[in-house]
């Protein structure tokens, strides 16, 4: 188990450390997509899919989808779609950016989402983003990202001697006091600015046109506590729900239904664009995978219903020094599973039918979950769960793992719940009784290589009849712990014995269905 955290933290660490703008995450997330086998569609292009198919798409640069089309399609497939948000707050750089004199040169920033605007302070800050460049042979600019990978710039407190009041608390004027020095040039401005990015581009400063650059905590995640039972980072909020959608899909192989990871900007403020979850770029996609292999919109419409959706976004962890922040009879402790959050007022879009679904799959696998509630005098926060369940009627719930400090530059969250939150969608993707699986036709293999040598020891020569028994009671084992005794089982006739573990066909010249009706009279 050790190993398997560690492995766990060392790939977050990877993603988490290149996820430094959502130009950035978006990267991130195609590579490993690609890597995976998955093929990258173009949007503008007609898309053609096929049954086994893993495909990937990142419409605007910032929102990706990747998806697994399975092998065995219906006219209504099961979707199984888990979604998260690649953007947390911080500060987005204004245009004509730089304010300078003879105390220094300042970086006019806005505030991006709910930032803990202290957290911030006496931290080393760098910028990475994306800009636009002139294109003489097109309408539409050359857009390439820029990250500086290393420290240029920083918020400083100031020193208690001039503010003796400074740990009452001090407030924070995001105009004033949030704008990060970048050096002591009092000559440097726009100009110099662009030159700057230019030379991290290698591009010409007369061709960047405008940019979109995101100021952030430069620093790596560590893991810690006495046992290493704990981790920081910054952006854990939400990139750990981020590489869960992924390691899922990908790990999981799923071979049933539609399986889909939708990764959204925009999230920490409203979600309200054309590639946030309150559009329509989701169910858009979801019709042209349906159109690409000839499902009927009406057949759409009705597959949502048996349909499942989770949302994965961090959730609040009782905090040692504050336990009266949290709800009396759910607070949630590090290290103790991911949460399923519930709340009255829809703040999350967990529903009682998918819940049962997450506990049911979560115990068949032996991973650890809580579910949670806010305390009433506080209202917490929201997800995109809300706006895509609104959207698209599926069985559906908000999960992910709690954390201490949500929105601050730098976050602390538990080594064992990432580890059983990205077990979990692993099992989601993968697993099949959840989704009304109640029985198979368990065909076995027609020759067994004479000088094979099997696991038991025995030559293929000597196994060229018996393997068929063995093959179907595993095949009962597999049944019995996954459905629960609720299933059926057939198979062409096999080695004395295997009629214990199935229904039998008379040979391979009545394997149809009639010949299933004939093995029950």
């Known amino acids: ?48 899919l096929v049954p086994g198919g893993k495909y990937a798409v990142c419409p605007f640069g910032t929102t990706v989808f990747g998806f697994q089309i399975g092998t065995d399609l219906s006219d209504t497939p099961v979707w199984k779609l888990s979604s998260s948000h690649i953007d947390n707050p911080g500060f987005r750089i204004k245009y004509n950016p730089v304010v300078s004199s003879k105390n220094g040169c300042r970086l006019n920033t806005e505030v991006y989402g709910g930032a803990i605007y202290s957290t911030w302070l006496d931290r080393p800050l760098s910028i990475a983003g994306r800009i636009a460049l002139k294109n003489p042979q097109s309408s539409h600019p050359r857009l390439k990202l820029v990250d500086f ?136 996609t979801l019709e042209r995978i349906c159109n690409a292999l000839n499902i009927s919109r009406e057949n759409f419409l009705q597959s949502l219903v048996h349909s499942y959706y989770l949302s994965l976004d961090v959730a609040h ?87 201490y400090a949500m929105h601050s530059a730098m976050e602390t969250a538990g080594m064992k719940d990432q580890y059983d939150l990205e077990a979990f969608m692993k099992a989601f993707y993968k697993e099949y009784f959840s989704w009304g699986l109640k029985g198979a036709m368990i065909d076995f293999g027609e020759f067994v290589t004479p000088d094979a040598l099997l696991y038991n020891g025995k030559p293929g020569n000597a196994m060229h009849n018996e393997h068929s028994y063995w093959y179907a009671k595993t095949m009962k084992e597999v049944f019995d712990e996954g459905a629960n005794g609720d299933y059926i089982l057939f198979q062409r006739s096999g080695c004395a014995g295997s009629q214990a573990f199935a229904g039998q066909f008379g040979g391979d010249q009545a394997a149809f269905m009639y010949g299933l009706k004939q093995a029950f009279y």
């Open 1 to 48: 188990m050790d190993t398997q955290i560690q492995q766990t933290f060392e790939q977050l660490k990877q993603t988490i450390s290149v996820s430094t703008s959502p130009f950035h995450t978006a990267k991130e997330a195609m590579r490993r997509l690609n890597e995976a086998g998955f093929v990258t569609l173009d949007w503008d292009s007609t898309w053609e």
């Open 149 to 284: 990978k290393r420290p240029v710039a920083v918020l400083p407190n100031l020193a208690i001697h001039l503010n003796r009041a400074m740990n009452d608390g001090v407030a924070l004027n995001a105009q004033t006091d949030l704008l990060p020095i970048c050096g002591m040039d009092e000559h440097m401005d726009t100009d110099t600015f662009l030159q700057i990015l230019a030379n991290e581009t290698g591009e010409k400063p007369e061709d960047i046109l405008c940019f979109d650059l995101s100021v952030y905590h430069y620093a790596e995640p560590v893991r810690t506590g006495f046992s290493g039972d704990m981790f920081m980072a910054p952006r854990i909020d939400n990139i750990s729900s981020v590489q869960a959608c992924l390691t899922g899909l990908i790990e999981a192989n799923p071979s049933d239904g539609i399986s889909v990871a939708v990764l959204f900007d925009h999230e920490e403020i409203g979600s309200r664009s054309k590639n946030g979850a309150n559009g329509n770029l989701l169910s858009y």
């Open 317 to 403: 962890a009782i905090h040692p020094a504050h336990p009266e922040k949290s709800d009396i009879t759910s607070a949630m402790p590090l290290n103790r599973g991911f949460a399923i959050k519930a709340s009255a007022k829809h703040a999350y879009c967990s529903d009682d039918d998918m819940t049962g679904v997450i506990l049911q799959l979560a115990a068949r696998h032996h991973i650890a979950c809580q579910q949670n509630h806010m305390r009433n005098d506080y209202p917490g926060g929201s997800t995109v769960g809300p706006m895509v369940a609104a959207n698209l009627p599926m069985c559906s719930a908000d999960i992910g793992i709690p954390i």
